[in-house]
Structure formats: structure tokens, C-alpha cells
């Protein structure tokens, strides 16, 4: 299984190096080219980014006008759904559809993957956790900045000529701040500021404290109202700063290793992408990202092999994908276990 990472290297020449070399890979190298072409790889980490991406759109475009040439699982229900990046800015669209507008290449996708599942129906019923089984909501701000809610947060934006301020008023929050020197970006947490300019960190409202990790840029964090001798750190990449208010404040700051970077923001939606993958591979990277556990019952659906691309907290749409292609069962368990057989 591979995890896609949500951002395309931001370089017009790679982007249009790794067309052209997406374009040659589909209709065959030669023994010059494949070795050129490894070159190239070794040149930079972001042209295998910019790869992983193409490749990846080509393959998802296959899937959806069903020219699978293995056996795979449709496309995620949601993959092509409003507010997916990859459905709105996937740069295979380019390869693929020459000088369309970009609408219509969508509008065509589109079509295509209606075809495929106009007719589908399910039995699968979210009503026992619906809060925890919900999608993590994305919000882009009027200044290009995107916000990621994680379940049950809320927040509210409060935009001036001399800053960008939101409050986030519960729950949980990662933001990547669109660069803009004149204008600093505020988050106010429960009395807490969290102040950047153009940076990427998570902010985390629970049990009195305020949370804060940082995994781009700087940014500053600050309680409005407290004693003047409590200290406002100014956090880097990879830090975490946890203030605790109330009567007897305090602010505690920490470094993260990679590990735990990777399990405090796991909870943000990331692409799975499973190639020929036992099922019980592709439960447990769901079961890392979502309160929701998914539980598999019986031998035959351990064993079964599963090629598609998933959101990570798209687990009513797995689960009805599941459903629909291998008539598998699925059944609550409580409020928050989901049993497959």
C-alpha cells in the first residue's frame, strides 16, 4: 500500500517533464529511454513525486472508463466527488484530454464513472455513528489558505484589510496558510493565539488545553489574557506546544519525531493506494486513521485481494464499495465496530 501525498511539486518543468515521461511510460521505453528515464528519477525527489502523481492519475482514469486490464475494484465512491483535490487539479487530465477545458474533461470523467455505478444499491446504514463515520470537511479560505476540520470541529473566519483571523470554537483543525506578509494569519483558540504568516500546523482544542504542532514554517502561540510572565513560544517544524489554561497556566513545548508526527495528524485524509493488497492490510490502514474499526469475520475475506484507491476517511464509502463488488456483509457492532463477512 502506498500513501499519495496531497500536494504536486509546485514546478511548471517538472510537472511538464513528468507528462511527457508518463505519456512514453504508457506506450513502452526503450532500452535509451529506460535508462534515461532512471536518470532523471535519481535527479530529484520531487520528480518521483511528480510521477507517483501521474502515474496514479492515469491509472484511476483507466479505472473509470473500465479498461482495467486486472482484476480491481471500482473507483472510490467519492473519489470525483466536490471538494477532492485530485478530482479538480489531477494533472493527468492534461495527458489525456490534449486542450479540452478542464471542465469538460471532468464532465467526461464524470459520465464515465455514473456509468459505472448508476445502478448500484446497498443495505449499509451509518446511523449508529454518523459523527464519527462523517468525512473530514476541507474548506478553502477567500485568500487561498485550506483548512481541514477534523469531525465534529467548528470554526469561524473573521477576515480584515490588516489580518486573517478564525476561531476555532471546538474539535480540531489543520491549516495551510497561503503566504501573505501584510496580512498575518490568526487562529484564537479559547483565548489562545496562534500566530503565522505562511506556514502549515495543527491546532487541537481538548480537556482545557490548547494543542499546537507545527509541520511547516514558524508560528507563534500566545494566550491573550494571561500573566505576563507565561511564556509565548515560537515553535518550528516537527515542535509541539500543549497550554493549559485556567487558573494555574502553563505551556509545555516538545519535539516530535517522525513517528509521532505521523500519529498526532493522522487524522487527516490521505489517498490509500492498495496494489493487489490482503484485505486485512487494507483494514488496518483504515483502522489507524478512524475511530471507526472495521472488523473482518471468516477466512475467505482475509485472503481476498483488493487494487484501489481510497480516501483514509472514507470508510462508508470502502465499506459500500465492499458491499456492492464482493458481496461482502456488513454489520454494526456498537457504535463504533463494523464487522465485514
Known sequence: MNEITNQ???????EREAADWAIRLD??????EQDAYTDWLAEDERHKEAMAMYRWGWDEFDRLAGLQTTHQAQVDPDLLAPGNRFA???PVIKILFGALPLAAALAIAAILFVSNNASDETNFSSKPAVELIARIEQQALPDGSIIFLNRGAQLETDYSLQERRVRLLRGEANFDVAKDPERPFIVNVAG????????EF??????????????KGIVEVSAVDAPTNLESPRLEVGQRAIMTLGDDPSVDVSDLSDREMDRELGWQPRLLDFDSTPMREIIQAFNRRNEVQLVLEGEAIQSLQ???VFWSDNVEG???LMEKQFDI?????GSTEIVLR
Open 202 to 215: 495543527n491546532v487541537r482544542l481538548a480537556n482545557g488545553a490548547v494543542d499546537v504542532i507545527v509541520s
Open 329 to 333: 456483509v456488513a454489520e454494526w457492532r
Open 318 to 320: 470502502f465499506v459500500r
Open 192 to 199: 489562545v493565539d496562534v500566530r503565522a504568516v505562511g506556514t
Open 306 to 308: 483488493l487494487s484501489s
Open 27 to 32: 506506450r513502452g521505453l526503450t532500452a535509451e
Open 8 to 14: 504536486f511539486p509546485d514546478n511548471p518543468e517538472i
Open 88 to 90: 479538480r487539479k489531477s
